[in-house]
């Protein structure tokens, strides 16, 4: 299978000569950044409306058949086109840190084998780097590899708040931060559509777990839903200038996401005046007339039951919509209305009206920046007696223990999946860079079986590896499964949650065996987020976090290990000493209740580090956290208020001996306010790399909204004057520098 355009990418004879004209002049400002063209257009929100006059003309042409068609599925991943006018049907793909494998016209994989991509780290490791340059190199090559294989549409990034550890889908998103998700997800959204392809932000909104997540309705106050859950949203739109955006699963307040007038029509198409389109989570249509009237603009899914003979006319936005037209119970406005958003995406991702440059597929330029990536995003957690990074004079033997040493990840956690041309497994990575003169072993120690049992043939073998090693490398933690997604081993994985924190398959056995064999343990934990160590932490020296590193993950983890990588990730998600100190399961409602499943997200704004930090509860690591082979002095803060503004400056040295990386993070602290307030929030921060010995002045601006809360009776955010504290820390609870400041 080719992935090229047919020949109507080329707008047809039949569409406007003017149109023609006016989609071309704007592809030379669109080809270099798109969103140049977008700031400077005066609608803004990543839609320059010059071509409005066109798009009408063009809509004016069309029967309403036609339009109908453009707004549902006619395919697993396609929407209709008219080919009649030049307009190609629109081709969408998952999905978060790759391109999907071919699902051709109706999920029938495409075995022709040219259907791979670079899998990138996934979204919470693309997070932990805190490095939003990287957000942007990681759309570039999504959006340049999506564009190679013919897509349109690139489904995501995933922004969704991280509120429990338990949610299935933690691995694809970015944080239980709104400023941090934000910031990643700006980067990474422009990345992609710096190519020409559309990003589609998802799932708005609430989207917080898998289980029941068809049938979960979320409550939550107005000011947790303005100060968590929508501010990455909000910030994809107005500043990434998102074309697209996913409604999802759930319902909101008592109505589906992806028709919610209020999400979608008061606040993303109102508020925001996002001039995009809405497409629907797969199946997640549930109510013709409120699709119409509630903003949704493109019906997406698919019916597996009725494979292959899916009946695409039938969605909720087909057939039945021309009937209610043509019986005017409907105004052909609304229809043309949703048509007029997907003709502004396509001529905006040039697939009307001019021709796109090319990208390209799986190039090494693609797989070096998903290593980059990997490199910044592994966290060292713990590293008691500088256990690492290992050495390799005097280490002559490393047992490497534990199946996620050699389980390949790509195709795991379900829709995200992506099919690399190869994956650098962690097993693979030590054996290439600890070289000849260390004798590496390996031993799985663990089965990923649905049953969970220990098996003690494994450990027993296993601890006799790490007996007879100098060093032991243990890699496990969390599974994702692989085509049985749904089922064995899907702990990080879309359609389910995690059952419980605890480590799956009989790990704590085994590692607390192994440990007690050898302390010089490393443990390397693989996984969407926090698991339970209770059982063994207090035993070893040294921890690294890993996520799901993409195809070249085991490469980058072996650098860390080895030294060749100075550590700089840091974890964009607090971890819990147990589940039960999360605010989701110690204030709030989850999974929800029996009969309706509401969920009530009692816990309110005190997400994550949030509520850790104001209710005095003590993480295992805390949000922020990650160390470094060298260390790092702060001084010299001076805060300069500028109007409501006030710019930080500060002094960062690296006092070790070593060049690394920190990542310096501003907090604020509200002194004295009227509603009560997190005891510090995230509201800046820089990644700065740094020689042995050198320092650097960084300067960070705190703008008014770093100060502000949104008040529920004033429907708005509020600045009360009073004093504020500025914190400077290289985690949320390690503060190296502080400030005050009258406003
Ligand atoms: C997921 C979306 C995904 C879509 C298409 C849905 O099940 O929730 O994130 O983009 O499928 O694969």
């Not at 419980?500 to 192994?514: E, I, N, R």
């Not at 209740?593 to 997400?607: A, L, M, Q, R, S």
């Not at 790399?689 to 650097?696: A, D, I, N, R, T």
């Not at 429907?715 to 004057?721: I, R, T």
């Given at each position: 299978m080719?992935?090229?355009?047919?020949?109507?990418?080329?707008?047809?004879?039949?569409?406007?000569?003017?149109?023609?004209?006016?989609?071309?002049?704007?592809?030379?400002?669109?080809?270099?950044?798109?969103?140049?063209?977008?700031?400077?257009?005066?609608?803004?929100?990543?839609?320059?409306?010059?071509?409005?006059?066109?798009i009408?003309?063009?809509i004016?042409?069309?029967?309403?058949?036609?339009?109908?068609?453009?707004?549902?599925?006619v395919?697993?991943?396609?929407?209709g086109?008219?080919?009649?006018?030049?307009?190609?049907?629109?081709?969408?793909?998952?999905g978060?840190h790759?391109?999907?494998?071919?699902?051709?016209?109706?999920?029938?994989?495409?075995n022709?084998?040219?259907?791979?991509s670079?899998?990138?780290p996934?979204?919470?490791?693309?997070?932990?780097?805190?490095?939003?340059?990287?957000?942007?190199?990681f759309?570039?090559?999504?959006?340049?590899?999506?564009?190679?294989?013919?897509?349109?549409?690139?489904l995501?990034?995933?922004?969704n708040?991280?509120?429990?550890?338990?949610?299935?889908?933690?691995?694809?998103?970015?944080?239980?931060?709104?400023?941090?998700?934000?910031?990643?997800?700006v980067?990474?959204i422009?990345g992609?559509q710096?190519?020409?392809?559309?990003?589609?932000?998802?799932h708005?909104?609430?989207?917080?777990?898998?289980?029941?997540?068809?049938?979960?309705n979320?409550?939550?106050?107005?000011?947790?839903?303005?100060?968590?859950?929508?501010?990455?949203?909000k910030?994809?739109?107005?500043?990434?200038?998102?074309?697209?955006?996913?409604?999802?699963?759930?319902?909101?307040?008592?109505?589906?996401c992806?028709?919610?007038?209020?999400?979608?029509?008061?606040?993303?198409?109102?508020?925001?005046?996002?001039?995009?389109?809405?497409?629907?989570?797969?199946?997640?249509?549930?109510?013709?007339?409120?699709?119409?009237?509630?903003?949704?603009?493109?019906?997406?899914?698919?019916?597996?039951?009725?494979?292959?003979?899916?009946?695409?006319?039938?969605?909720?936005l087909?057939?039945?919509v021309?009937?209610?037209?043509?019986?005017?119970?409907?105004?052909e406005?609304?229809?043309?209305?949703?048509?007029?958003?997907?003709?502004?995406v396509?001529?905006?991702?040039?697939?009307?009206?001019?021709?796109?440059?090319?990208?390209?597929?799986?190039?090494?330029?693609?797989?070096?920046t998903?290593?980059?990536?990997?490199?910044?995003a592994?966290?060292?957690?713990?590293?008691?007696?500088?256990?690492?990074?290992?050495?390799?004079?005097?280490?002559?033997?490393?047992?490497?223990?534990?199946?996620?040493?050699?389980?390949?990840?790509?195709?795991?956690?379900?829709?995200?999946?992506?099919l690399?041309p190869?994956?650098?497994?962690?097993?693979?990575?030590i054996?290439?860079?600890?070289?000849a003169?260390?004798?590496?072993?390996?031993?799985?120690?663990?089965?990923?079986?649905?049953?969970?049992?220990?098996?003690?043939?494994?450990?027993?073998?296993?601890?006799?590896?790490?007996?007879?090693?100098?060093?032991?490398?243990?890699?496990?933690?969390?599974?994702?499964?692989?085509t049985?997604?749904?089922?064995?081993?899907?702990?990080?994985?879309?359609?389910?949650?995690?059952p419980?924190?605890?480590?799956?398959?009989?790990?704590?056995?085994?590692?607390?065996?192994?440990l007690?064999?050898?302390?010089?343990?490393?443990?390397?934990?693989?996984g969407?987020?926090?698991?339970?160590?209770?059982q063994?932490?207090?035993?070893?020296?040294?921890?690294?976090?890993?996520?799901?590193?993409?195809?070249?993950?085991?490469?980058?983890?072996?650098k860390?290990?080895?030294?060749?990588?100075?550590?700089?990730?840091?974890l964009?998600?607090?971890?819990?000493?147990?589940?039960?100190?999360?605010?989701?399961?110690?204030?709030?409602?989850?999974p929800g209740?029996?009969?309706?499943?509401?969920?009530?997200?009692?816990?309110?704004?005190?997400?994550?580090?949030?509520?850790?930090?104001?209710?005095?509860?003590?993480?295992?690591?805390?949000?922020?956290?990650?160390?470094?082979y060298t260390?790092?002095?702060?001084?010299d803060?001076?805060?300069?208020?500028?109007g409501d503004?006030?710019q930080?400056?500060?002094?960062?040295?690296?006092?070790?001996?070593?060049?690394?990386?920190e990542v310096?993070?501003?907090?604020?602290?509200?002194?004295?306010?009227?509603?009560?307030?997190?005891?510090?929030e995230?509201?800046?921060?820089?990644?700065?790399?740094?020689?042995?010995?050198?320092?650097?002045?960084?300067?960070?601006t705190?703008?008014?909204?770093?100060?502000?809360?949104?008040?529920?009776a004033?429907?708005?955010?509020?600045?009360?004057?009073?004093?504020?504290?500025i914190?400077?820390?290289?985690?949320?609870?390690?503060?190296?520098?502080r400030?005050?400041?009258?406003?």
């Open positions: 080719t992935y090229k355009r047919p020949s109507f990418r080329v707008l047809c004879s039949l569409v406007l000569v003017a149109f023609t004209v006016a989609c071309s002049t704007s592809e030379k400002v669109q080809t270099s950044d798109p969103q140049a063209s977008a700031l400077s257009s005066n609608e803004g929100n990543g839609i320059n409306m010059s071509h409005e006059a066109q009408n003309e063009l004016s042409k069309m029967t309403l058949e036609e339009k109908v068609n453009m707004i549902h599925g395919s697993s991943f396609t929407s086109g008219v080919p009649r006018l030049g307009i190609p049907e629109m081709v969408m793909s998952d978060p790759g391109v999907r494998p071919e699902h051709g016209r109706d999920w029938a994989l495409d022709a084998g040219n259907d791979s670079t899998y990138l996934t979204g919470v490791g693309l997070a932990a780097t805190w490095n939003p340059e990287l957000g942007y190199a759309g570039e090559v999504l959006g340049s590899e999506a564009k190679a294989r013919g897509k349109d549409i690139i995501g990034p995933g922004v708040i991280m509120r429990t550890p338990l949610n299935g889908r933690n691995f694809e998103y970015l944080s239980e931060d709104p400023y941090l998700t934000s910031r990643m997800a980067g990474y422009k992609v710096s190519q020409g392809v559309a990003a589609c932000v998802k708005y909104a609430a989207n917080n777990q898998e289980i029941k997540r068809a049938k979960v979320v409550e939550m106050s107005e000011r947790a839903l303005r100060e968590l859950y929508l501010p990455a949203f910030a994809a739109i107005t500043e990434g200038g998102a074309l697209s955006i996913m409604g999802a699963y759930n319902k909101f307040r008592g109505q589906y992806t028709h919610n007038q209020y999400l979608i029509n008061d606040i993303l198409k109102g508020e925001w005046g996002f001039k995009g389109l809405v497409v629907s989570d797969w199946g997640a249509v549930m109510n013709t007339m409120e699709a119409i009237n509630n903003g949704t603009d493109i019906e997406m899914g698919t019916d597996l039951l009725q494979m292959p003979n899916i009946n695409y006319n039938k969605f909720l087909g057939d039945t021309i009937t209610l037209v043509k019986s005017g119970q409907v105004k406005a609304l229809i043309d209305e949703k048509v007029r958003r997907i003709l502004r396509m001529s905006h991702t040039n697939m009307i009206g001019a021709k796109r440059t090319p990208g390209a597929l799986s190039t090494k330029a693609h797989q070096e998903a290593r980059r990536i990997a490199e910044e592994i966290v060292l957690l713990k590293n008691d007696g500088n256990l690492l990074p290992l050495q390799k004079t005097g280490v002559k033997s490393i047992a490497v223990i534990g199946a996620n040493a050699t389980r390949k990840q790509a195709m795991g956690g379900g829709s995200s999946q992506v690399p190869y994956e650098v497994t962690p097993l693979q990575g054996q290439k860079l600890a070289g003169g260390v004798n590496v072993t390996f031993a799985p120690g663990f089965e990923v079986t649905r049953a969970e049992k220990a098996n003690q043939a494994l450990i027993d073998e296993a601890v006799k590896a790490a007996k007879s090693a100098d060093r032991v490398i243990f890699v496990g933690g969390w599974t994702h499964g692989y049985d997604a749904w089922n064995g081993g899907a702990y990080d994985a879309e359609g389910a949650d995690k419980s924190l605890k480590m799956p398959f009989a790990q704590d056995q085994l590692l607390t065996a192994v007690k064999a050898n302390p010089n343990t490393v443990v390397v934990l693989i969407g987020g926090p698991i339970d160590m209770s063994w932490i207090g035993q070893t020296k040294a921890v690294v976090q890993a996520w799901y590193p993409g195809m070249e993950g085991g490469t980058a983890l072996a860390v290990l080895f030294g060749e990588t100075n550590p700089s990730g840091k964009p998600v607090s971890f819990p000493k147990r589940l039960q100190d999360s605010p989701a399961h110690a204030l709030g409602q989850y209740d029996k009969d309706t499943v509401n969920v009530e997200y009692k816990e309110d704004i005190f997400v994550g580090y949030r509520y850790f930090d104001t209710y005095k509860v003590e993480p295992l690591f805390s949000f922020g956290h990650g160390l470094s260390t790092f002095g702060y001084s803060l001076k805060l300069n208020r500028q503004a006030v930080v400056q500060l002094q960062v040295k690296n006092t070790g001996p070593v060049a690394g990386a310096v993070q501003l907090y604020v602290k509200d002194e004295q306010s009227s509603v009560k307030r997190p005891e510090k995230l509201k800046a921060f820089s990644k700065v790399f740094l020689k042995p010995g050198e320092s650097k002045t960084i300067t960070l705190l703008a008014k909204d770093a100060f502000q809360f949104y008040d529920e004033k429907k708005g955010w509020v600045l009360e004057p009073g004093k504020f504290q914190l400077a820390g290289s985690s949320s609870k390690d503060i190296r520098a400030g005050e400041v009258t406003l």
